[in-house]
């Protein structure tokens, strides 16, 4: 064993500044000294008494056996450097020792510096790497100079382990904290994460809060998003609710200069967001300076996390708002109509008010005007409504409104939309049909109210003029039954259940038949016979009455090919079809396609259409009525005199025929029926037109319209409609 001279204390002295900082009033660095000689103890304390390194003083531990040494570390957990002999109670009695240290105890931050009395023995490289030793050396080489270099860099080498693992905790922990608070979907849940986070971090005890401020809208309030447990009565309040006048005061400032303020009390962070300005308050002063730039990390990655959090508000706000008026959407109005189910504070009554004739100010003046409408419309329910009432738009023109039976009633909404909107500096006097529900009825759910005031808003829509209807079991029943009809209706089109009967229409000139109308005929499986009164309403409610129309007019098309194969040429036949028909941009086109490919002649071929088909958009219908005019289709006008308006357009349709209604046909016996008839026979003349009078059953009518100059009868005074080979042994029964 070697003692150190004392010329190494000045040289050391001199050589290595970093060694002699002092004053900094700490822990020291924790050594530990292990050696089976008592006296390699005293002399190692004595040659390193009064040494500082990297600012700190050295304190020492003493062990005087390889287990020693370990029972010693397993006690402390900060001991930096061990100065390991290696030869003690046996030969390896150091290496098993360090093997213990590393691979048990997983010491990996300690440094470890063997020394050996018996210079010459080394031991193998593969054991100095394997067990991250420091250093080794004889202990004769370790004079006080040198054992000082050799602490040194062990010590350097120590703290930038300690730093590295610090910076992986800071690190791995900002991960976690980030992942987690992107998890979280609530904002009060959001900002207590916040503050454990911050605090584990810190490594304080959680006491502080988050508050938060939209710096886009003007003049709000900071708000309290939460906090550890006593901030989470303020969650979601102002911030001047809180009983705490100095954390209002620290967070205001925060937000307001826009940076950290931190004090000897308390700590209050700022989290920029384009948004969002938020501070994080801490009721105590962590150690931010060890932080680093982690802390700006973390900052920076609560301000993502809140982008997040505030997207998925906003989200939640628009998924349930409509964003034109800003009311609930249909959503939102569901969401209210569940409360409504479960409360009945809420009110008894839900109204959906519907505008009439929306869509002609949607296309006619544009959707500008349309949405300005929709927007006045809003105010106006607002207005009337707002204080006392849930407002709603349902879709494009329904509004839906849950309050009580006297605010919600249909006088109430008649007197609202008694008086114009005022809209682009226009007056819109504004038509609506309103379906209620009451709270009596047996809505189990929003949906389900919601469904019901549709029904009675579809009730109320039959009516021709603007109406209201209360929702009534009934109407769900007639529902149920038409929505039975409807499939079996598909059913029964598809299983070819579907026929076309023929009337024939007679000329009064020569008593033989010119022509004949195609009816529909639905014989169900159960072979009942379902009037077409009944089942055309349904087909064109549900859209197949488009599908079922095709079908008509090739069936039609068929059966006049079919005459002409016998050699029949003089007898038309006409169909009747539907306004969804031609809705349908194609119609026009697909009926003359399928003109042509039965190779039918055009002017056999006849179409029946109504005055409502013609009033839906006249037009168009009149373009459409050209264009099959020219292919040489013949249009009769049905029902003639049972719509309401169509003599100013009368003499610009190409139409050739016109059918006097069988209601003015059957009240003929009285003097205003006749009269009646008379009138319409005589319009239908002037404008050159031929003239059929449907529903003729006597005699009598048949002279009075022979007197009048109609032109050809359809009724049951000759014949009823019948299949189409009847129709063919009819024919040929006529009169040569
Ligand atoms: P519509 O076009 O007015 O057809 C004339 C109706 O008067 C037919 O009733 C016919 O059977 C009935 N009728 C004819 N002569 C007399 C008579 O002397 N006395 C009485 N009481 N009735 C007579 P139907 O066949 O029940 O058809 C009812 C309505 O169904 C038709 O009225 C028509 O609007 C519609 N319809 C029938 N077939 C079709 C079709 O293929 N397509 C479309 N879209 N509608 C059709
Ligand atoms: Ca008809
Ligand atoms: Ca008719």
Same mark, same amino acid.
């Given at each position: 064993m070697n003692s150190t001279g004392n010329d190494d204390i000045f040289l050391f002295a001199e050589e290595n500044e970093e060694a002699c900082l002092t004053s900094i009033d700490e822990y020291g660095w924790h050594i530990l000294i292990v050696d089976d000689d008592k006296e390699i103890h005293t002399v190692t304390q004595l040659a390193l008494s009064g040494v500082r390194i990297l600012g700190k003083p050295l304190l020492f531990g003493h062990a005087y056996s390889g287990k020693d040494s370990v029972e010693y570390l397993k006690s402390h957990n !900060? /001991? &930096?450097?061990v100065l390991m !002999? /290696?030869?003690?109670?046996?030969?390896n009695a150091g290496l098993d020792a360090v093997k213990q240290i590393r !691979?048990?105890?997983?010491? !990996?931050d300690t440094r470890i510096i063997l020394r050996t009395?018996? $210079?010459?023995?080394a031991p193998e490289e593969q054991v100095v790497q394997e067990y991250d030793i420091n250093d080794y050396k004889t202990k004769t080489e370790l004079t006080r100079n040198k054992l000082v270099t050799t602490l040194i860099s062990a010590l350097r080498s120590y703290k930038q382990i300690c730093q590295i693992k610090q910076n992986h905790f800071y690190l791995e922990h900002i991960i976690l904290a980030s992942t987690s608070l992107q998890q979280q979907h609530q904002i009060n849940q959001f900002a207590k994460l916040v503050i454990e986070h911050f605090c584990l971090l810190t490594q304080i005890l959680p006491d502080g809060l988050l508050a938060i401020k939209n710096?886009? &809208?003007?003049?709000?309030p900071i708000i309290v998003m939460g906090g550890s447990q006593k901030y989470q009565q303020y969650e979601n309040q102002a911030l001047e609710l809180i009983d705490n006048d100095r954390i209002i005061r620290q967070v205001s400032l925060c937000i307001n200069q826009k940076q950290n303020i931190i004090s000897e009390q308390d700590t209050t962070l700022f989290i920029n967001n384009q948004k969002y300005q938020a501070a994080l308050y801490i009721n105590a002063t962590p150690n931010l300076a060890e932080l680093g730039s982690y802390i700006e990390i973390y900052l920076a990655n609560i301000s993502i996390a809140l982008d997040n959090i505030t997207l998925i508000k906003e989200l939640k706000i628009t998924a349930f708002t409509d964003k034109l008026t800003g009311l609930q959407n249909r959503a939102g109005f569901i969401k209210s109509l569940n409360k409504f189910i479960e409360q009945p504070s809420l009110g008894d009554t839900v109204v959906l008010v519907d505008i009439c004739h929306f869509s002609e100010v949607n296309h006619g003046l544009s959707q500008e005007i349309g949405n300005q409408l929709l927007k006045a419309c809003a105010d106006r329910l607002q207005d009337e409504y707002g204080e006392s009432c849930q407002i709603a738009r349902i879709n494009a023109d329904v509004f839906g409104i849950i309050g009580s039976a006297d605010k919600v009633s249909p006088e109430k909404i008649e007197d609202t939309f008694s008086f114009p909107l005022l809209v682009a500096n226009q007056r819109f006097p504004i038509y609506v049909n309103s379906g209620f529900y009451q709270r009596e009825t047996t809505a189990q759910t929003g949906l389900q109210v919601l469904k019901y005031a549709d029904i009675a808003l579809n009730q109320a829509k039959q009516s021709h003029a603007p109406s209201f209807a209360y929702f009534d079991e009934a109407f769900e029943q007639k529902m149920a039954w038409r929505l039975g009809m409807v499939q079996q209706l598909r059913a029964d089109f598809q299983a070819g259940r579907l026929q076309l009967w023929l009337q024939p229409q007679i000329s009064l000139d020569t008593q033989k038949a010119t022509g004949c109308e195609a009816l529909l005929r639905w014989k169900t499986e159960q072979g009942n016979m379902i009037s077409p009164d009944i089942f055309i309403p349904i087909a064109e409610h549900s859209g197949l009455i488009n599908e079922i129309g095709d079908w008509v007019i090739e069936e039609a098309c068929r059966h006049i090919k079919q005459l002409e194969n016998r050699g029949i040429h003089n007898i038309n036949i006409s169909v009747n079809v539907s306004i969804a028909q031609f809705r349908d941009p194609t119609f026009i086109s697909k009926l003359c396609n399928t003109i042509d490919l039965f190779n /039918?002649? $055009?002017?056999q071929f006849g179409l029946e259409i109504t005055e409502s088909i013609l009033m839906d958009n006249p037009k168009v219908i009149i373009e459409s009525l050209n264009t099959l005019k020219q292919h040489g289709i013949n249009i009769s006008l049905d029902d003639f005199g049972t719509g309401f308006s169509s003599l100013s357009y009368l003499n610009q349709l190409p139409i050739t025929t016109m059918k006097v209604d069988r209601s003015f046909i059957n009240e003929m016996d009285t003097t205003n029926g006749e009269v009646i008839v008379e009138t319409i026979l005589a319009l239908g003349q002037k404008l050159n037109l031929i003239t059929i009078a449907e529903g003729v059953e006597t005699q009598e009518q048949i002279n009075r319209l022979t007197e009048l100059g109609c032109n050809i009868i359809q009724g049951y005074f000759y014949a009823k409609p019948m299949p189409f080979d009847e129709f063919q042994a009819y024919l040929s029964q006529q009169p040569s």
């Open positions: !900060d /001991v &930096a450097i !002999d /290696v030869v003690m109670e046996n030969d !691979d048990e105890l997983h010491r !990996d009395g018996q $210079p010459g023995y710096t886009l &809208a003007e003049k709000t /039918v002649s $055009p002017e």
